[in-house]
């Protein structure tokens, strides 16, 4: 399914699935350069309840270095939560990507309590720190990147 998604972007000449840690590494080599520009600006992509970050062969280290700078913490997620499923915050906040990790001292390598969120400049960063949303009946609340959270229940209150 992932590939013919990904084929209604160009036509695919490589697709490797790697596995790294507790994630999956999808490299995509597409025929011709425009579709490696269209990812150039696109910092995530979205399929399913899955999103991917993006990280095109042609960036350069510094715009490779950009998409990690202005990082915070979106903490007190509900258990299960999927990046996707943050769609509509990420969107008001002006959020490049977003990335819920995995748990691996869990049985199941269940989601955290918490995801990081990107933004490509430090001004869209400042507006979403300290913002406090409601999701499926929970407060959530942008902290720094580095903040200590909950590791049972995700918040930064604690």
Same mark, same amino acid.
Request: hydrophobic share 40%; glycine share 4%; charged share 25%.
């Given at each position: 399914?992932?590939?013919?998604?990904? !084929?209604?972007?160009?036509?695919?000449?490589?697709?490797?699935?790697?596995? !790294?840690?507790?994630?999956?590494?999808?490299?995509?080599?597409?025929?011709? *350069?425009?579709?490696?520009?269209?990812?150039?600006?696109?910092?995530?992509?979205?399929?399913?309840?899955?999103?991917? =970050? #993006?990280?095109?062969?042609?960036?350069?280290?510094?715009? =490779?270095?950009? =998409?990690?700078?202005?990082?915070?913490?979106?903490?007190?997620?509900?258990?299960?939560?999927?990046?996707?499923?943050?769609?509509? #915050?990420? #969107?008001?906040?002006?959020?490049?990507?977003?990335?819920?990790?995995?748990?691996?001292?869990? *049985?199941?390598?269940? !989601?955290?309590?918490?995801?990081?969120?990107?933004?490509?400049?430090?001004?869209?960063?400042?507006?979403?720190?300290?913002? !406090?949303?409601?999701?499926?009946? =929970?407060?959530?609340?942008?902290?720094?990147?580095?903040?200590?959270?909950?590791?049972?229940?995700?918040?930064?209150?604690?």
């Amino acid at each position: 399914m992932l590939e013919v998604y990904l !084929k209604s972007f160009g036509p695919i000449k490589t697709l490797k699935f790697n596995v !790294k840690n507790l994630y999956y590494k999808v490299v995509v080599r597409f025929n011709g *350069k425009q579709v490696e520009e269209k990812f150039k600006d696109l910092w995530s992509l979205r399929f399913c309840k899955y999103v991917f =970050r #993006i990280f095109p062969s042609n960036l350069t280290k510094d715009e =490779r270095n950009l =998409r990690f700078k202005y990082g915070l913490k979106l903490a007190n997620l509900p258990i299960s939560t999927y990046a996707a499923n943050l769609k509509d #915050i990420i #969107i008001q906040m002006k959020a490049k990507s977003c990335f819920v990790p995995k748990n691996r001292f869990s *049985k199941n390598y269940e !989601k955290k309590r918490f995801a990081f969120v990107f933004f490509d400049n430090e001004n869209d960063l400042n507006n979403a720190l300290g913002k !406090k949303f409601s999701f499926n009946n =929970r407060g959530l609340v942008f902290v720094n990147y580095d903040a200590v959270t909950c590791h049972v229940c995700g918040s930064p209150y604690h």
